[in-house]
């Protein structure tokens, strides 16, 4: 099979592993499947859970897309070429509590031919991050450790730079250089080598891709009981303005997106279903607010400190989820 | 006085005037001040409001900032010279009641210069719009045909083209075209010219920025005593999302300042304080919320109809408000 029919078959699958997996952690809600097409060439698949017992809102889509080179895209995505294909899945996951991150995922695989139609191009992109609302330190190096172990599976190297790619990319300039969250990996424009041929990257991706189930779920797990107060929701409520700011302002994929056409439904699918926008709005000083506020300013190292025996502890969980 | 300094003046007694109408309208909240410094020179004073008895956020912003022309704005406001001045006021008004509309305006000039100091150019922009979230089709003509009165009094041409521009400007071209409100007046690169001097652009501005008064608040006074439903709550936070979607993803004046290190606080103060993002939303066939997504979709023509004697009749009620 070709690389192309390969990540196709992978995105697929993950789909369905994944919502079967998050439908099983909710116990109440289901996602509701819309297929669309797309007038340019090809279509996807959206799909979507909302008001379940843990998830308030929440998507995993996956679209196989392809057409010709247009200004746009030369002018945008600065490629040359005559033609494209791509794919790829994204999600976004809004669980209700405040004490249960968002996370978010997207692998894609992405392919420009010339006017013969033989491969001009070729590459590779992905990552998972996470963006809790208060900061449990064990969470954070858990998920992180789950993808460095994903990633020295693979290469030595992978880690620390698909993990300082992430801290760079979901990034609120106009914020003072404030994350979206805690981060995880960030990799793009990978292209196969004789070492890292494209089997060896759609098995990454795919090792990436399954790991989510046991980086994020047993987070869920462990802390979807937790009381909170109105006020934590309402910090909740703030920083998700934070991730709509990213996701419209700076988020390459979604302005792509929006700009050239994209099934918009799938597109902001990612977007909380309760935000706030306060003027000003500032945690009070030494509170769990701030104490977070302060990691998203300052991106810090999260896999020293972590044993294996730990990581093997918190695997468990994903069992009892 | 310089044109500067008239439009420095203007900006500030019209920013006064506006606060203390809506106070005043208000009964329970008061803006508060910040006043705020450019690095690069200039600053500003941003008012904003919240929790009232009607207007749940809003703010009324002036600035007057200068600098060397950038790269940057070179390449964003495709302008060439040496150096440049801004001055301008901004508002949005956010009321809690769904059926009071969110309203916005803009007042603003800019001058070039070059290397010896001397004007290069020079030129005028604003407008104000109206984004409501039930139809009353009474409440959109008095709103367009105040400001059809305040154009007819400089041009006759002014009205249809500004209108004409704020429906074309105001759009999530995202949305099929969805228009962010019922639009208003929009207006930008006014140069002064013979006929229309600089001191005409000015009281244009000054007409256009006090017309407020007798546009919106009688609309307030009107409706904000109207009970409302949670689901008439939930349909305007709804829409508030398209508010966040085209401010944030198509609005010029947002992006730049966003881009260029503006003051991140007063830009966002347009963002409304609760907002929802549903997957898909669709209003019922045939309801009110569908009759006004209609009016979004194809844009109205709304001077024809309405008599002196009706415009009279609203804006008497401003007195009451």
Redesign the interface.
């Known amino acids: 099979m070709s690389t192309k029919e390969n990540f196709i078959t992978l995105i697929h699958s993950l789909q369905n592993a994944i919502c079967e997996a998050i439908e099983k952690c909710d116990g109440k809600a289901f996602f509701k499947t819309?297929e669309w097409k797309r007038a340019e060439g090809g279509g996807g698949i959206s799909k979507?859970i909302?008001d379940g017992n843990i998830f308030e809102?929440g998507?995993v889509n996956t679209s196989v897309v392809y057409g010709e080179v247009t200004d746009n895209m030369r002018k945008q995505l600065k490629i040359e070429g005559h033609s494209w294909f791509a794919c790829g899945i994204s999600s976004v996951i809004h669980p209700a509590n405040p004490f249960v991150p968002t996370v978010h995922f997207n692998y894609r695989y992405f392919e420009l031919y010339n006017v013969d139609g033989t491969i001009a191009d070729a590459w590779f992109g992905g990552g998972t991050d996470l963006t809790p609302y208060y900061l449990f330190e064990e969470d954070v190096k858990f998920f992180h450790h789950t993808y460095k172990n994903v990633c020295d599976g693979f290469d030595a190297g992978f880690y620390i730079s698909f993990k300082k790619h992430c801290d760079d990319y979901f990034v609120n300039?106009?914020?003072n250089n404030e994350r979206r969250g805690v981060g995880g990996i960030f990799y793009d424009y990978q292209r196969a080598s004789i070492e890292k041929t494209a089997e060896k990257w759609v098995t990454f991706a795919s090792a990436s891709g399954h790991a989510f189930l046991n980086a994020y779920l047993p987070i869920v797990e462990k802390r979807k009981n937790t009381a909170f107060t109105p006020e934590q929701k309402y910090w909740q409520?703030i920083r998700r303005?934070r991730y709509?700011?990213f996701n419209?302002?700076h988020d390459r994929g979604t302005?792509f997106g929006?700009?050239t056409n994209?099934r918009?439904?799938s597109?902001?699918?990612s977007?909380?279903?309760?935000?706030?926008?306060?003027?000003?709005f500032q945690p009070e000083k030494n509170s769990e607010e701030e104490k977070i506020q302060k990691v998203f300013l300052n991106p810090k190292n999260w896999v020293d400190g972590i044993t294996d025996e730990e990581q093997n502890e918190w695997a468990a969980k994903v069992n009892s989820c």
Do not use: S
Request: charged share 25%.
């Open positions: 819309d979507v909302a809102k998507g300039t106009h914020r409520e303005g709509v700011e419209l302002v302005l929006l700009h994209g918009t439904e597109i902001l699918m977007l909380p279903p309760t935000v706030r926008f306060d003027y000003d």
